[in-house]
């Protein structure tokens, strides 16, 4: 049994989501964000405090991007992943790179400096030039969009779930309607998945099975 530990909508939303896409079994264990300070039991499983952690039998893995690949290699049975012997190959891992170290990067600087430290030790340029940054980077994905419905070989794979929910996080912090249109009509394409409403579902029934409040979210802070 694959075991996910998660906060709301953080960056463990990914695996999540790949796992409804792909319809694997997995146990879903919320906790409140950040972690390292609301549940440092949690410590113990990861060091560094940051979700997501999965556990594969005795595997444990705790980059978003990464466990999507694993996931999508181990279990693909609907060409989430593209191979190696596809045209699409690089641009596949490019993607699903991007959306980690290229676009969710720049949102946690504007996260911490607008919204999580405490009043005296906010800094709104930091949050206003990285906010920019990110919405220059989208233009990256306005141009790869150009001709095609998803990002890579014409087919919905890993690399949409890492830049869709960078996405997904942009849109709660308030940016969204600065997306570009193209960038616009492929989140509203990727949000009408079923695999991504039954990901939103679950993360909100596990949090009120296990007693997690919704406030504790990297989209509200602490």
Not at 1 to 28: K, N, T
Not at 31 to 41: D, G, I, M
Not at 126 to 141: C, E, M, N
Request: charged share 20%; proline share 6%; net charge negative.
């Amino acid at each position: 049994m694959i075991v996910l530990y998660h906060c709301m909508s953080a960056r463990s939303f990914r695996p999540l989501w790949m796992l409804e896409e792909l319809q694997v079994a997995y146990e879903l264990r919320m906790l409140p964000f950040p972690p390292r300070v609301h549940a440092r039991e949690f410590l113990v499983i990861n060091p560094l405090g940051t979700v997501p952690a999965m556990f594969d039998g005795q595997l444990l893995m705790t980059e978003s991007s990464a466990i999507c690949e694993y996931l999508a290699v181990r279990h693909n049975t609907d060409g989430l992943q593209v191979s190696v012997e596809e045209p699409d190959f690089g641009l596949y891992l490019n993607w699903l790179h991007f959306g980690e170290s290229t676009l969710t990067f720049p949102q946690s600087l504007i996260l911490r400096y607008a919204s999580f430290e405490t009043p005296s030790r906010r800094i709104p340029q930091v949050a206003q030039d990285y906010t920019r940054w990110f919405l220059g980077r989208l233009k990256a994905i306005d141009r790869a969009l150009a001709g095609r419905s998803y990002l890579c070989q014409e087919r919905f794979t890993g690399a949409d779930i890492s830049v869709g929910y960078a996405l997904m996080l942009a849109e709660f912090i308030g940016l969204g309607e600065q997306f570009p249109e193209r960038v616009q009509q492929y989140w509203t394409r990727l949000q009408q998945r079923t695999g991504y409403e039954k990901a939103l579902a679950a993360q909100y029934q596990a949090a009120k099975d296990q007693g997690v409040p919704d406030t504790h979210s990297p989209l509200v802070g602490t």
